[in-house]
Nanobody, 127 residues
Framework: QVQLVESGGGLVQAGGSLRLSCAASGGTFSSYNLGWFRQAPGKEREFVAHISWSASTTSYLDSVKGRFTISRDNAKNAVYLQMNSLKPEDTAVYYC????????????????????WGQGTQVTVSS
C-alpha cells in the first residue's frame, strides 16, 4: 500500500514558478510509475505529467510542454513537478498518483491506471 502526500502548492502571479513535491511511503518506490493530475473548479480531473519507474520516460499534457518538468528521486521516495511560466489557467488542485510498473491497463495519462492518489495541493495563479 502506497501513501502519497503532496506539498508545495500556493498562490503565485502569472509568469511565476512553483515546485510541487510528492512524498511516498509504504511501498518499493522504484517499482512505481508516477503521475501528476489536476482538477480545476467545475472541470474534470486531467492528466498533467507522467514519469516511469526508471525516469527513462516522461510525457506531458500538450498545454504544459516546455513549461512543466516532472522528475523523481528514488533515493528520497519523491516525485516533483517544476512549474514555470505559470498561467491563470493552470489554477487547480494538483494530485500525485502512482501505479505499479507492471500495470498496463489504459495509458500513462489514464486515471484508471493509477491505484494510489494523494490528497492534492492547491495551486492558484493570479493574473
Amino acid at each position: 500500500q502506497v501513501q502519497l502526500v503532496e506539498s508545495g502548492g500556493g498562490l503565485v502571479q502569472a509568469g511565476g514558478s512553483l515546485r510541487l513535491s510528492c512524498a511516498a511511503s509504504g511501498g518499493t518506490f522504484s517499482s512505481y510509475n508516477l503521475g501528476w493530475f489536476r482538477q480545476a473548479p467545475g472541470k474534470e480531473r486531467e492528466f498533467v505529467a507522467h514519469i516511469s519507474w526508471s525516469a527513462s520516460t516522461t510525457s506531458y499534457l500538450d498545454s504544459v510542454k516546455g513549461r512543466f518538468t516532472i522528475s523523481r528521486d528514488n533515493a528520497k521516495n519523491a516525485v516533483y513537478l517544476q512549474m514555470n511560466s505559470l498561467k491563470p489557467e493552470d489554477t487547480a488542485v494538483y494530485y500525485c498518483a502512482a501505479h505499479h510498473r507492471l500495470v498496463r491497463s489504459g495509458t500513462p495519462s489514464s486515471e484508471s491506471r493509477y491505484g494510489y492518489w494523494g490528497q492534492g495541493t492547491q495551486v492558484t495563479v493570479s493574473s
